[in-house]
Each structure stands twice: as structure tokens, then as C-alpha cells.
């Protein structure tokens, strides 16, 4: 995600620079019931973009006092219309209205709004877009389908990310989910969607572990170097979550990625964001980050915990971060 909002996360735990940082959140308040958080600004008013049916959507007019809208983010009507014209050809077991992991992008004077249809368990899933040239007047239009994947594949298209390399104006998308790890890929910025030809790069894996638990990919570039956050383990499962984030850096948008160890996160490095907590409300630490520039040119990342008191409800979280010996901590500072 870009503009007033944008994408990168981290904080090496370990490290003795992050122990000089205060580690917490802002103090969010209202309606926090969120998964996948993707957040932008226009006009001065906070959106944030949510799993749920037709992609959920709160408002907030400084980012700490949020309000549901009681609609989704599309139309109900676009949203039926999608559905029964394209989503189930490629998601022939999708029913419903539920969209997954949004992620939203400000381009040459339009919004693009990126999403995942499929169902739990399985790669039959395809990564959608749609596009507005005003979020207050939710005008959307059905920009079809990115990229697919079928049980053939050995990735999943869900959780996508577009990232513009500030260096080159180059766009790229990341995705994917479990199966192989996660991919890139080159965009066109006439269709916003891959180039035909574009080769997909494996970006980031967890051999041995069972399954391959790591998804969500999000990528930021500060000073000299390209971030890859992702997140791991367990979701969805309430207070039984066990969901982190994870970073690893690297001179080429293309990768390696490595940790503060060199460790390729291809070959499964990676450093945590936030070591799991054994007390207090969050349960671990959550996932489904996206990390944004304020307009004063400071980091925050959003991201959703899991609530202890409430049962591992998912709910809203953002943090400053701060960038110390070329890694990002998380701040307490508003």
C-alpha cells in the first residue's frame, strides 16, 4: 500500500538496539474489530480496509478513534455482480461474499484496491482488483481478475501487495500463501496487473516446518535497502493464535532477503517483529501487517492482535516505527 499509507514492518527482538526502544501501540479506541488491516488517508479522513464479507471498512479522522461504516467497502451490487460474473469460475467452491486480505494503493490520481477470494485449506483462489477516484464517494469500478492459482500450482494467489520501487518507479506484486512461500512479480502500470511475461520470484519460505506457515507479504524500501515483512505460524484460531511478523532486508527488491544473521528467509530467517507475549490481553503477537508513511515522513505499522479478554477477538493495532542500525523497532511514541 502507498501514499499517506504505504507498506513495510519489523523489529529484531534481540537486538540492543531495540531494547533502547519502548515497545507499544497506539492507544486505538472505537470500533477495533479488524483482520488484515490496510490502511490510507485521503482528505484528511483514515480508512482501513479488513477481511470480512465485501472487504470491511472503518473510518477514523486521526487514526486513533475508529468508526464502522456499516457497509462494506464495495457496493453490495458490485460485489454480487463480481461474484457470479468471475469469482467462481476461478473459486469454483466459493460461496458467499467473504474477501480476504485487502490491500490498497494510491496511483497516478486513482485508488486500487487488491483482494483475495478463495476458501480455507485450498489454492483454488484468485487475487482481484478494483479502482476509485474518490474512497468518500465509493464509487468503485471491477478492474477483474490479477493473477489465479488452481490445486495444479504450487502457490496460493491470496494476500497480494503492490509496491512501487522508489528507486526505479518500478511496481511490483507480492503474494502468496503457505504452498511454496511467497512470490513477486513485475506490474504493468497500465493495467496494474503483471506483465504477461513477467517470471514470478520465490521471495521467502520456511522449509521443515509442516506446511510451510508464512504468508502475507508486504514490502517497503528505506534508505538503501528493500523490506520484506511476512507473517507466520498459526491464524484465525482465536485465542489459540499463535500469528508473528517477521522482516528480512535486502539491496534488490528481487531479494535475497536476509536477517540481522543472514539468514535468507528463503531458507527460513527472518527477524521477529515482537516476540510472543505470555501475559497481558494480545494474545502472540497477531499478523496481516501493513506499514504506511504518516505525512511527516515517520513509519507506523497496523496489524491485528488476537484479544485474551475477549475470547482472541481480532482487533486493531498500530505502532510507530523507528528505524535503529538499519532495522525497524516498534516505538510507544505517538
Known sequence: MESTATTTNATTEESDSADAVTIGQWPVSGELFTHDPAITVEDGTWYSFYTADGIGLNVSEDGLSWQKTYRPALPWNLIRTMRDD??????????????????????????YLYYAVSTFGRNHSVIGL??????ADNNWV???????STADDDFNAIDPNLFEDPET????????????????????????????????????????????????????????????FASIDRCCADS???????????????????????????????NLVWTDRSEGRVQGFGGGQDVFQLDNGDWAMAWHIYNRDRNGYPELAIARLRFMDGWPVISAQH
Open 240 to 270: 489459540n493464535s499463535t500469528y508473528k511478523v517477521i522482516v528480512g532486508r535486502s539491496t534488490q527488491v528481487t531479494g535475497p532477503y536476509e536477517d540481522d544473521l543472514g539468514i535468507r528467509m528463503l531458507d527460513g530467517g527472518g
Open 86 to 111: 468471475w469469482w467462481t469460475q476461478y473459486v469454483p467452491d466459493y460461496s458467499g461474499t467473504s474477501v480476504w486480505a485487502p490491500d490498497v494503493f494510491q496511483y497516478d490520481g486513482r485508488t
Open 169 to 228: 518507479g518500478r511496481l511490483w506484486l507480492a503474494y502468496g500463501s503457505y504452498w511454496s512461500g511467497l512470490k513477486l512479480r513485475e506490474v504493468d502500470p497500465e493495467t496494474m496487473k503483471p506483465f504477461a511475461d513477467s517470471e514470478p520470484v520465490s521471495l521467502a519460505s520456511r522449509p521443515g516446518v509442516r506446511h510451510n506457515p508464512i504468508e502475507a507479504p508486504a514490502l517497503a524500501y528505506h534508505d538503501g535497502f528493500y523490506y520484506l
Open 130 to 135: 478494483a479502482s476509485t477516484d474518490s474512497l
Open 142 to 148: 471491477d478492474e477483474g481478475a490479477v493473477l489465479a
